[in-house]
């Protein structure tokens, strides 16, 4: 039989505050979805006393290494330290503003695995990839660099977003998301043992998200400025 649990994972990038995960205190998920929330490092400790027992820690990023001189960056292991259970990797911002590669984003999937986090790995087109026509080469190219490296064992959250969606109040039409879904889980299928759930995200919202949700081979969403608003997130947690 197939599971019909959704994932629904904020992305609250460098935003909140402890007054924004006071708010949140009050946020009791669903329970046909499983919700994760990824605050910036400084509110994790404040998310594992405040937010519902329900409710998954995931962090936005983590370090390739595990240790030493690296100064300012944060390792999966002192994450697991914090009670995350998750962490993204490979975020189109990370991919742009910091220059994360697929050697990178690949060395930080492993390194969350070894410390026993589930990655959730972004993967997306650019405007001018899609225009181009280039959509399903360039989830090609993201995947065979990092994914397919990993063991077929292992488990990880794959997230679709288009780059031209993210921020922009821009989304695919359900076609489009119908077809890169379809791609990215054939993709998949063929590498991993277990099914890997597919989140799509960019601009997911309130009112688009049951719409979206519903697609075939859609496996949850990743929600980032609407996942800042209580009332708002709610209704997505639910949809
Ligand atoms: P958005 O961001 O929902 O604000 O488009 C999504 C993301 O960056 O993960």
């Known amino acids: 039989m197939k599971n019909n649990k959704k994932i629904i994972a904020a ?3 460098m935003n909140g505050s402890e007054e924004l995960m006071k708010e949140f205190s009050q946020l009791t998920p669903a329970r046909h979805n499983d919700v ?5 490092f400084t509110l994790l400790d404040s998310a594992k006393s405040l ?3 329900s409710i998954k ?5 983590c370090s390739a290494e595990d240790k030493g001189p690296f100064t300012g960056e944060i390792s999966a292991s002192m994450l697991q330290e914090k009670n995350v259970s998750h962490v993204l990797i490979g975020h189109s911002e990370r991919r742009t503003l910091f220059k994360e590669t697929d050697y990178v984003i690949l060395k930080k999937i492993e390194a969350a695995i070894k410390s026993k986090l589930i990655p959730i790995v972004c993967i997306g087109e650019t405007i001018s990839e899609k225009k181009t026509n280039k959509t399903l080469q360039a989830l090609d190219s993201q995947i065979n660099r990092s994914l397919a ?3 077929p064992h292992e488990q990880v959250i ?5 780059v031209w969606a993210i921020g922009t109040g821009l989304t695919p039409d359900e076609n489009e998301i119908r077809e890169t879904h379809l791609y990215i889980k054939t993709k998949l299928n063929q590498h991993f043992n277990a099914d890997i759930p597919i989140l799509y995200g960019g601009s997911a919202n309130s009112e688009n998200c049951s719409q979206i949700i ?3 081979n859609v496996g949850g969403l990743l929600v980032g400025g609407a996942s800042l608003k209580k009332h708002e997130f709610k209704t997505i947690c639910n949809c």
């Open 57 to 61: 820690l995931g962090a936005q990023n």
């Open 11 to 13: 992305n609250w990038k």
């Open 158 to 162: 794959v997230a679709y977003e288009p």
């Open 214 to 216: 519903s697609i075939e």
């Open 149 to 151: 490296k990993i063991q």
């Open 36 to 40: 994760i929330i990824c605050p910036p």
């Open 51 to 53: 937010l519902s027992n």
